[in-house]
């Protein structure tokens, strides 16, 4: 009875993982969808009523809402905000936190981190595209220029001028690679980090047992952008802060990142996730609250984990930068951290493998160990706490995180399935079923599916990861959510080489659907396949 239970449990969660991805390519086209054709790309949205993709007739959104009777709830127009929101971010708005007055302690970053509005000060309508908004430029070529137009601010340019961070050049923003650190560009950087740890042939995936990376305050995230070449997937992260829409640069550009900061709360990722942190002149205050923000990389850090940390505090001779780097190195060699090297502007730190070091320190030593009935991989809403996250004992007897190397970890079965009640055939069972489906998605899609038209992917329901697994030989990259109620298996995800985050936008969102099995076990499969249009931001509703 318990395995049809969880049979039935599973089948929820698959039919649930369907909708949500029929649902996400609606919401794609917003970069993609009005491209493949050229009748889409008219800014007065006409059209002759054929498809030209599909064949047949096209139904506009007013024809199919037309019997209004059997879609009560479903309004016939939706309106569409004043254009001064086309960048809105709900949950991270700081004039909402200006306007319900509240009070964040700007010292501790409290607002960079999430403040949603309440039910009543929602926005119900359209997000319009900013004014002369064009299809984005695919990728690869989007690594190096986007569109002005669509992300029209150029104050970065002026400001890191010196840096080589961005460049406008006409209608396009060029992104030459450097960084602040980096002025040689991203790549240059990234092989001398390699050589600096003696990794062999100077590649930093170090025989594919470095895959996933953390970086803290990205910028533009060009440092993600040239890892993926290096068969490295970072999760690039920095506020929404005085810097105009760095992530909206990255995400333009089709590289992987999102909006992160390190405040007063856990960043929404499961512990040991990562195999390096990296920080270029991220200006953050690492001795703060008895050093919270390095314990934080260290519960995100895998064992034997690296932090890449390039700043005058690294290299600096005057008496406050020394001072700096004289506290952050004892607070790390309290946390057990030692030096793996340091050369020029960089120093590199390495977490041990396993808790001796732990259990050899003088009793009362600073920070102390996490209690045993705190959870290192509760995220959602949790506070950073000052403590230092064990490794369990099964761990701290193999002195590592018991993964095979990149790309074979994509398939092989993690060591922290038991910890999620979750086989290894159950895993690989639903690898197969998932990989079946994107085929069958693709044969479907094939007609609109061309090279590059897709290349940021988000999973709404990612369960164990199938999903962005089966996308393997394809040039995108996936964002795997997880809900808040199913998020202990995020770290199936990260173990598997892959990146994700949690959001609780399934609260009072996701309900039960007929049919209860999955639909796509039944001999009659249906699948929707939505198309969002390109339109004008002049138009008041649609």
Not at 415 to 432: A, K, Y
Request: some cysteine; glycine content about 6%.
């Amino acid at each position: 009875m318990k395995q049809k239970s969880e049979k039935l449990y599973t089948a929820k969660q698959i039919t649930s993982a369907l909708i949500a991805f029929i649902f996400l390519l609606g919401l794609l086209c917003l970069y993609y969808g009005s491209s493949f054709v050229p009748a889409l790309s008219r800014s007065d949205g006409e059209h002759d009523g054929t498809d030209p993709v599909l064949g047949g007739n096209i139904r506009d959104f007013d024809d199919l809402l037309e019997d209004q009777e059997h879609n009560p709830e479903v309004p016939k127009s939706i309106p569409i905000c004043d254009i001064k929101h086309s960048e809105l971010i709900p949950c991270l708005d700081r004039n909402l936190i200006y306007q319900m007055k509240l009070k964040p302690n700007l010292t501790l970053m409290e607002h960079y981190e999430r403040h949603c509005p309440p039910p009543e000060r929602r926005f119900n309508c359209l997000i319009p595209p900013p004014i002369g908004y064009k299809i984005p430029i695919r990728w690869p070529e989007s690594r190096d220029e986007v569109w002005k137009a669509n992300i029209p601010h150029t104050h970065l340019a002026q400001e890191k001028s010196d840096q080589n961070w961005m460049v406008v050049n006409g209608e396009k923003i060029n992104f030459p690679g450097g960084g602040t650190h980096f002025h040689d560009g991203a790549n240059k950087y990234i092989v001398s980090l390699a050589r600096m740890l003696k990794f062999p042939n100077d590649k930093l995936h170090n025989g594919g047992n470095i895959r996933n990376v953390l970086d803290v305050g990205c910028g533009v995230a060009s440092f993600g952008a040239y890892l993926l070449s290096h068969s490295i997937i970072a999760m690039s992260i920095a506020p929404n802060d005085v810097h105009e829409n760095q992530i909206q640069f990255a995400l333009e550009r089709g590289i992987p990142s999102t909006l992160g900061v390190l405040g007063t709360k856990r960043l929404p990722y499961p512990s040991r996730s990562f195999e390096l942190a990296h920080c270029s002149r991220c200006r953050i205050d690492w001795l703060q609250r008895d050093g919270i923000l390095l314990l934080e990389l260290d519960r995100l850090l895998r064992p034997g984990g690296y932090f890449a940390y390039s700043s005058p505090e690294a290299y600096a001779l005057d008496p406050e930068n020394r001072r700096i780097w004289n506290a952050m190195h004892d607070l790390l060699r309290r946390m057990c951290w030692r030096v793996a090297v340091k050369k020029d502007q960089t120093v590199i730190w390495q977490k041990p493998l396993g808790n001796g070091c732990y259990l050899k320190r003088d009793p009362g030593t600073q920070p102390p160990l996490c209690s045993t009935g705190d959870d290192p991989d509760a995220t959602w809403n949790v506070h950073m706490k000052a403590c230092i996250a064990p490794y369990s004992a099964k761990m701290h007897k193999q002195r590592g995180s018991g993964l095979v190397p990149w790309p074979k970890r994509l398939t092989a079965a993690s060591p922290r399935l038991e910890d999620i009640g979750v086989s290894p055939e159950q895993f690989h069972e639903d690898t197969n079923i998932w990989q079946f489906r994107v085929n069958e998605y693709w044969k479907q899609m094939k007609s609109v599916v061309r090279k590059n038209y897709f290349r940021n992917v988000m999973d709404m329901n990612s369960n164990l990861g199938g999903f962005g697994a089966a996308l393997k030989d394809t040039d995108v990259w996936v964002m795997n959510v997880a809900p808040v109620n199913m998020s202990a298996r995020l770290k199936i995800i990260y173990d598997r080489g892959l990146i994700g985050t949690v959001h609780d936008w399934w609260d009072r969102w996701l309900s039960e659907v007929e049919p209860r099995s999955d639909a796509l076990s039944l001999s009659e499969e249906r699948v929707l396949i939505a198309r969002k249009k390109l339109w004008s931001g002049g138009v008041s509703a649609m």
